[in-house]
């Protein structure tokens, strides 16, 4: 198994709504990610975990919660999202070898109404 | 910190010609990793081809090749034998070798390929 499996592949929710994402890998990578994407703009991470530990937050509101339940999973909890929060979420994975970059999930894409 | 500069936001290629995507990027380090992924419309970020900044030897990927030039900093991609299959947004990325190092990206560039 090579992939990173995101689901929902589509959401939209309201302001008050409470939603997760999820994102599984069975590749055995150690490192987890998330990223915002907006329309034809490059990633901004979001969140790094290194062991099932959170290891990176870039200043993300606290309307966005992640967890790492074990090894192979990742959630993404949303709760009281505005409008611009809608984008695409995309999660990764790395193993420990630098060189070999991210695999990446296909994203889900979230609409905030 | 570093910086990666993709500074054509569009390209057009002729199916089965060649077009070679401009990278540059700025760092303080001597050990690195770039990237080029690829983003087609499915959404999906797909790994096109790799490069250690310790190996002189460009990488090359069946059709996909880069030109790493180190002292210049400039990492462009050349695409062979454009296919249609090829049109999507193509992102330069850099990671430093340090532990916790994050992927830095470029803003990308569109690709569309002509039939």
């Known amino acids: 198994d090579t992939e990173v499996t995101q689901t929902p592949k589509h959401l939209v929710m309201g302001m008050t709504n409470k939603k997760s994402l999820k994102c599984e890998q069975h590749?055995?990578?150690?490192?987890m990610y998330w990223y915002k994407q907006k329309a034809k703009k490059p990633p901004e991470l979001m969140f790094v975990y290194s062991y099932e530990k959170l290891s990176i937050n870039e200043s993300v509101p606290s309307r966005f919660s992640p967890e790492c339940p074990n090894s192979s999973l990742l959630n993404l909890h949303l709760h009281a999202l505005q409008p611009e929060d809608s984008a695409l979420y995309l999660c990764?994975?790395?193993?420990?070898?630098?060189?070999?970059?991210?695999?990446f999930g296909s994203g889900t894409r979230l609409t905030v109404v | 910190a570093q910086t990666v500069t993709q500074s054509q936001p569009e390209m057009s290629v002729q199916e089965a010609e060649t077009v070679t995507l401009s990278c540059t990027y700025d760092?303080?380090?001597?050990?690195?990793?770039l990237f080029w992924y690829k983003q087609p419309p499915s959404r999906q970020m797909i790994l096109v081809i790799r490069q250690e900044a310790y190996k002189q030897q460009n990488a090359t990927e069946n059709r996909f090749s880069v030109n790493f030039q180190k002292a210049a900093k400039s990492f462009s991609l050349k695409i062979s034998d454009s296919q249609l299959g090829d049109a999507a947004m193509y992102f330069c990325?850099?990671?430093?070798?340090?532990?916790?190092?994050?992927?830095?990206f470029g803003k990308g560039i569109t690709l569309s390929v002509r039939p």
């Open positions: 990325a850099y990671r430093s070798a340090g532990a916790n190092s994050k992927l830095t």
């Open positions: 990764a994975s790395s193993q420990g070898r630098l060189a070999y970059g991210y695999t």
């Open positions: 760092t303080s380090e001597s050990d690195y990793y």
């Open positions: 590749m055995g990578h150690r490192a």
